[in-house]
């Protein structure tokens, strides 16, 4: 009976603690315009404890944010709730594990710093945000290990878009991380490994970055799989330990479909490694249910749909006037499209591959009206 009444005490009182802990979680508003609990995003996170989630309203926050607890800092609409590091610092700096991140657009941090810096801080999230026209780094993983980045658009910083690298060599650092279904373009360089080990950088479209799409250094046990590599100065460069894992990742100016041979040094000496399954197209654009039904040079486009169509994942359509963009994928409601001699009329899906062209929305009909060239397309479920 003692023995009873001893294993009812103990779990009454883990059921009061796990009751009390879920209770005691709370959320922080967050508006710059006076209108919630706080007008700094600083402010909430200080009288935040740990399992506490900060809710951010759209708006401009110039500061340099700092999280030391686990918390979830989510914002509204990641277009329009922006974090502007005012060229001082890093954006955003995180030094605690287990902390949740999504929703913003990073801007703005001084150069040698990130937009996002995450420092010995493992099981880091970072989805849905845009990080863009930092001076230095867009996202550095640290002495962090398994780090998720997620769906976010990194492009235009000035020096990585993606760094997780080991700090002043101690090891173990930086190692399980993944990046994954993001865009990274218009960098330095678009990722960077160095140093680390067993992460995985899947299902990206890296483009248009100004060094390389991808490099390596002394890192190895890594997988790169299912990424596509379009228009990048380098594709993939690697140097030191060898043993990485490519596999159907998407290369652009590969002319044997069979196997890509990605070019290195190992000891200053030369050296390969093979993607030994590459994709004949890309691979963030469809999935098995979506394959292209036809494909061709592109001439002229005129697009007229709501905005709730459009898919943006390497698409915003959020600005008017002239515009262009590396690869874009949209659904439309009502569009003319002429593929040399092929003329469609419908709805369906369109990608778009370096189009360059118009675009005005009318606020009566909330639709947009998009026209312009691309080099070519592709068109889905005609």
């Not at 209770?23 to 710059?32: A, F, G, I, Q, S």
């Amino acid at each position: 009976m003692r023995e009873r009444i001893v294993v009812i005490l103990l779990v009454g009182i883990f059921l009061s603690v796990g009751l009390t802990t879920a209770e005691n979680t709370k959320t922080l508003y967050v508006d710059d315009d006076g209108t919630a609990d706080y007008t700094r995003i600083q402010d909430a996170i200080d009288n935040a404890t740990d399992g506490d989630t900060v809710y951010v309203y759209n708006g401009a926050y110039h500061e340099n944010v700092r999280i030391g607890k686990s918390i979830t800092l989510t914002g509204e609409d990641k277009l329009y709730t922006i974090i502007d590091g005012r060229d001082v610092d890093d954006g955003i700096t995180v030094t605690v594990d287990n902390v949740q991140i999504s929703g913003f657009k990073i801007t703005n941090s001084q150069v040698f710093n990130a937009g996002i810096w995450v420092y010995r801080a493992d099981y880091t999230s970072i989805s849905e945000c845009i990080i863009t026209e930092n001076n230095g780094v867009g996202i550095s993983l640290d002495a962090t290990s398994h780090a998720t980045i997620s769906n976010c658009t990194i492009t235009s910083n000035e020096q990585f878009g993606v760094v997780i690298y080991t700090y002043n060599g101690v090891r173990p650092s930086s190692n399980n991380n993944l990046v994954t279904d993001s865009i990274i373009s218009d960098n330095e360089i678009g990722v960077f490994l160095d140093d680390t080990t067993g992460n995985s950088v899947i299902g990206n479209c890296i483009s248009d970055n100004w060094e390389y799409g991808i490099r390596l250094a002394y890192a190895e046990g890594n997988k790169i799989k299912e990424n596509d590599f379009i228009e990048n100065n380098v594709n993939a460069y690697f140097r030191g330990p060898f043993r990485n894992y490519w596999n159907q990742n998407y290369w652009d100016r590969s002319f044997d479909m069979s196997v890509k041979i990605i070019v290195g040094s190992v000891f200053f000496m030369p050296w390969v490694n093979f993607d030994w399954g590459p994709s004949a197209e890309p691979n963030t654009i469809f999935n098995d249910k979506e394959k292209p039904h036809s494909a061709g040079i592109f001439n002229r486009i005129s697009f007229d749909g709501k905005t709730g169509t459009c898919l943006l994942k390497h698409l915003n359509l959020q600005r008017e006037g002239v515009f262009g963009i590396k690869w874009g994928f949209m659904a439309y409601s009502e569009a003319i499209i002429d593929i040399g001699s092929r003329h469609y009329v419908g709805d369906g899906i369109i990608l778009l591959n370096h189009f360059r062209g118009t675009a005005e929305y009318n606020q009566t009909t909330e639709h947009w009206a998009l026209e312009g060239f691309a080099r070519f397309c592709f068109v889905i479920n005609q």
